[in-house]
């Protein structure tokens, strides 16, 4: 997801605006060079390519069922939830999903209110059939903020895992670029409070790219496969969005991300295709993203 980070690539092309040198300063460099497909033996299964329904949230608002049912049909088996059941409740939607041959196995569900919420989080998931529940987005300048959420967070993966799910976190940029103080970074308090026996990461790989990138750093995928290595937390769910050179999000494939490089260090049990401005439509960028992690090897 995407929350209030500046115009998108669309939205300039459309204004007719140049983009400069300034306006692709810092931005990650082209993916390296990588041996040819006939020495890649690796692939994707199938069933582990998921889709983030916040990418096609516009085409939901319109037809939730609609949307649904092409996701189905370009073969997608699972979908990642946001955004609410759209009318219906937890077991109608199960019905509906299950009469298109699509699981939801993960959604993203912000930190319940008080304890009778996370009981209802907790009840809907089970419901839904799903083995994952991720917190999609924090931010705060306080490390104090950050401390109290990453306890909230560990009460609640433990009621999580005693339901038999997984409960996760997932990352945007800024987690790894706010200076929370003598350089400690909302990513160093997250990483250090949560508990790995309880709580997973599901890592945006475009936003820690991003991250990368903020931080000035010479290779954003090496930062991004050294974040994945250091964390004592498990990364079970990747976020497989691609970025153009001047730093938007991209259809998977036509951007400069060498995800080849991080599927080959890290499998995950997840690969779930997002792009929060779809560069065409977000039918096109789904079916983009699904041909994309269908083909690729690593």
Known sequence: MCYGYGPSRRSLLAAGLGLGTAAIAGAAAPAAATP????????????????????????????YDATLTYLAEIGYPKVELALGYFGRTAKQLREFLDGLGIRSTSSHDDISADDAGLETKIDN?????????????????????????????????????????????????????????????PWDVLTSELDPRLVHLEID??????????R???????????????????????????????GDMADLGT???????????????????????????????????????????F
Do not use: C
């Not at 060498?258 to 977000?282: A, G, K, L, S």
């Open 255 to 297: 951007g400069t991300i060498d995800f080849r490089r991080i599927f080959d260090r890290h499998r995950v049990i997840e690969y779930i295709v997002e792009n929060d401005t779809p560069d065409v439509t977000p039918r096109r960028t789904s079916e983009v993203g699904y041909r994309y992690l269908r083909k690729v090897r």
């Open 216 to 246: 000035g750093v010479r290779d954003p995928v090496r930062f991004t496969l050294d974040v994945i290595r250091r964390a004592p937390q498990r990364v079970l769910q990747f976020h497989v969005k691609d970025r153009h050179l001047d």
């Open 125 to 185: 998931a089970l419901t839904l059939g799903q083995s994952f529940m991720v917190v999609p987005y924090l931010n705060s300048d306080s490390e104090d903020q950050w401390k109290a959420w990453a306890e909230r967070m560990n009460v609640e993966a433990a009621a999580a895992r005693e339901a038999g799910l997984r409960y996760g976190y997932h990352n945007h940029a800024h987690e790894f670029t706010t200076d929370l103080g003598g350089g400690r970074t």
């Open 36 to 63: 040819p497909h006939h020495h890649r033996r690796r692939r994707i299964p199938p069933g582990q390519i998921s889709m983030q329904l916040w990418t096609v949230r516009d085409d939901l608002a319109q037809d």
């Open 205 to 214: 790989l475009y936003w820690a790219v991003t991250g990368g990138v903020g």
